[in-house]
């Protein structure tokens, strides 16, 4: 049995706390206390040392979810917990103010872990006609060279729009997977 691991981060509130609990099929960890400083404006609670969930795959593989804390000032988690990752996903809140810069910071501090592993992306609270739109942020991806990278739209409260979120990221190591699959559901008929 194989187990994998895979990383979710970005900034204050774009879900990854949520999307990580939404589809553990364990009881998640959590290391949430009450914000302090400008975040509480936001939310109540952020994390501040680490998410862990895990999602069992139906072939029996495990894929261990961490997120990482969205503040900067608690960055100096970020690198251990890349440690053995296979692959980030990056949740981006379309409501904050510029969403699309801080796709680029996220995307600058975790350069050498994607570069080694995968990428995928979720934006979270998009709505029509505020804010960018999914294209804006395909069109600045294309600027960084970066235009083969899943994205979606995400609600991190919905477990199915995670579920693919993942499965994208998982697709992109692995593109013989839905291979696999078909030929699984083709050997069942
Ligand atoms: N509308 C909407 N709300 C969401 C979504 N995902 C999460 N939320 C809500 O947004 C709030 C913040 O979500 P968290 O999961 O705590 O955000 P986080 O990314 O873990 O934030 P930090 O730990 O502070 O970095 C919670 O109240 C969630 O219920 C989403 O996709 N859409
Ligand atoms: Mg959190």
Do not use: C
Not at 16 to 34: Q, R
Not at 51 to 79: A, K
Not at 145 to 159: H, L, N, Q, Y
């Amino acid at each position: 049995m194989s187990t994998h691991k895979i990383v979710f981060a970005g900034p204050v509130g774009a879900g990854k706390t949520t999307s990580i609990a939404s589809i553990s099929d364990i009881e998640p960890f959590t290391t949430e206390e009450f914000a302090t400083d400008e975040v509480k404006d936001m939310k109540d609670k952020t994390t501040v040392a680490m998410d862990y969930g895990v999602m069992e795959l139906g072939n029996g593989e495990h894929i261990h979810l961490y997120g990482v804390p969205g503040q900067i000032r608690f960055d100096f988690m970020w690198e251990i917990i890349v440690e053995g990752g296979i692959g980030l996903i990056l949740l981006l809140n379309n409501e904050s103010d510029q969403p699309l810069d801080e796709m680029d910071v996220y995307l600058d501090s975790f350069k050498s872990f994607i570069d080694r592993t995968a990428l995928a992306i979720g934006v979270t609270r998009l709505q029509p006609g505020k804010g960018p739109g999914l294209e804006d942020y395909v069109a600045r991806l294309a600027q960084r060279g970066m235009s083969t990278a899943p994205i979606f739209e995400v609600d991190g409260r919905k477990p199915e729009d995670v579920v693919t979120l993942v499965q994208s990221l998982l697709y992109t190591l692995d593109p013989g997977l839905q291979t696999q699959e078909e030929m699984a559901g083709a050997a069942a008929v």
